[in-house]
């Protein structure tokens, strides 16, 4: 049976926002709020058309809008299918695990590289240790509903925690800092974006000159020890990071 039968679509034709827009819009409400569950197949684009008394063209212009959005995925030999609705995540000191744990996703880590290398100018600077002091580099694809989300890189002082693979896969870095009993306090943080390269848009699924969102963090203790440097990219069709602005008295 079609999902969006049991939706209260419809179409106010005097209105001046486009056809296509309004039904766009009710559709990503329906995703927002659970009534189109990741992994929900829509109907046939005809059907929902007659339906509305809407032409088959402004049905699919009302689709792709969304589907540019990230919120659906045309499979062939499947159809269209809900995806999972963007991440907004709140700029403050968590994981991206718990915040996809916390916006109802199904997060699930890959783990790509993990070892020991020297440490780079950069990274050095970042964990307040020597250059070519050994640090441990863990290189992660986070997915949501079986979609690539973020490339996370994050470089670790040496010793610091076990770091082995399984635990890297069964959960979150930071959720294995606490568990081996560091306190996490702060951090510095930049914010940027970019177009992905060929290397980047093959991991996250995106085309080449896709917009990505980058972040830098380096996370302290509450000693002020530096414990972690994170190098991240995120799909900007997937996510956002969300600011709370606040007047200076």
């Given amino acids: ?3 969006t039968v049991s939706l209260q679509l419809g179409v106010d034709r005097s209105s001046p926002v486009p056809l296509y827009f309004q039904l766009s819009q009710q559709l990503e409400a329906a995703i927002e709020r659970g009534a189109l569950t990741p992994g929900t197949l829509l109907g046939n684009e005809i059907e929902l058309a007659g339906r509305l008394g809407l032409s088959r063209p402004t049905v699919r212009q009302a689709i792709q809008s969304l589907v540019d959005k990230g919120l659906l995925v045309r499979r062939r030999g499947i159809g269209t299918q809900v ?18 744990e916390a916006a109802g996703q199904r997060p699930e880590t890959r783990v790509l590289r993990n070892t020991v290398e020297p440490a780079s100018a950069e990274v050095a600077a970042a964990l307040g240790v020597a250059e070519g002091d050994e640090v441990h580099l863990v290189e992660r694809l986070r997915l949501a509903h079986g979609e690539p989300m973020a490339y996370l890189r994050n470089h670790i002082p040496s010793g610091l925690l076990d770091l082995d693979t399984p635990r890297l896969e069964a959960t979150g ?7 081996a009993g560091i306190t996490l306090h702060s951090a510095r943080q930049s914010v940027g974006a970019r177009a992905a390269t060929a290397g980047e848009g093959e991991r996250l699924g995106e085309p080449v000159g896709a917009p990505l969102l980058t972040m830098q963090r380096t996370t302290f203790d509450d000693t002020g020890r530096a414990v972690e440097f994170g190098s991240h990219i995120y799909r900007a069709s997937r996510y956002s990071f969300e600011f709370q602005l606040l007047v200076r008295p």
């Fill in 1 to 3: 049976m079609d999902p």
């Fill in 83 to 100: 995806v999972h609705s963007q991440v907004k995540r709140p700029l403050e000191l968590s994981s991206l695990y718990d915040d996809l």
């Fill in 173 to 179: 870095l930071y959720r294995l800092m606490r568990a």
